[in-house]
């Protein structure tokens, strides 16, 4: 799947090492031959600004940004600095449940949109919406810089990346990257180019 922004987006992952490919080693266990760690793209301000401005002109206009954090926090302010809108984040309480906390409210019927910065299966954006709905909110929309999930995440509300993967895993004895000899390394060994 393709997006008009697709390869602009991912040549600045790859520029700034946040987006590798070859054989890894993932935190779960299984290999991948891609590995995305945008931090390292978000970094660089001027970076964020453009992907965020980028983002909320794929968007329907809110008036209020929500992210989780701890990924979601600088692309979802940058998104809200270019929408004019105002910025706050959902965070994890003592259960273990998405909460707005802080002091951070929403006014009934605020129009909000959702931001991520990767996408994979939409859970935590989708536990964000619930909890904006429960809160009043009307969130209208949902985006990521990039969608992991080959666009088939259905979130119930229309969505936006700037670049869309379909990332595969394999289980070590499965994958096909071991089975052609290739080493395998754990993400974020490589320098910055
Ligand atoms: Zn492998």
């Known amino acids: 799947m393709d997006t008009p922004t697709h390869a602009a987006t991912l040549d600045r992952f790859r520029r700034t090492g946040a987006y590798l490919t070859g054989h890894f080693r993932l935190t779960s ?35 209020l940004v929500v992210s989780p954090a701890l ?17 706050i984040f959902a965070e994890r309480d003592g259960s273990g449940k998405m909460a707005l906390r802080r002091g951070f409210g ?21 536990e964000v919406i619930d909890l904006l709905g429960q809160a009043g909110a009307r969130v ?20 936006a990346a700037l670049a869309i993967l379909d990332v595969v895993a394999y289980p070590p004895e499965d994958c096909p990257l071991c089975q052609k000899g290739l080493a395998v390394e754990k993400p974020g060994s490589r320098q910055i180019r």
């Open 29 to 63: 266990g299984l290999h991948s031959g891609e590995y995305l760690q945008s931090a390292l793209v978000l970094q660089y301000p001027a970076m964020a600004e453009e992907l965020g401005r980028e983002l909320a002109g794929a968007l329907p206009r809110a008036s």
């Open 106 to 126: 929403v006014a009934p019927g605020e129009r909000a949109v959702v931001i991520e910065d990767v996408v994979t299966t939409g859970g935590t954006t989708r």
């Open 71 to 87: 990924g979601g926090l600088i692309i979802g302010h940058e998104v809200a600095r270019a929408m004019g809108a105002r910025f």
């Open 140 to 159: 209208i929309a949902a985006g990521s810089i990039i969608d992991r999930g080959g666009g088939k995440v259905d979130l119930g509300v229309p969505r």
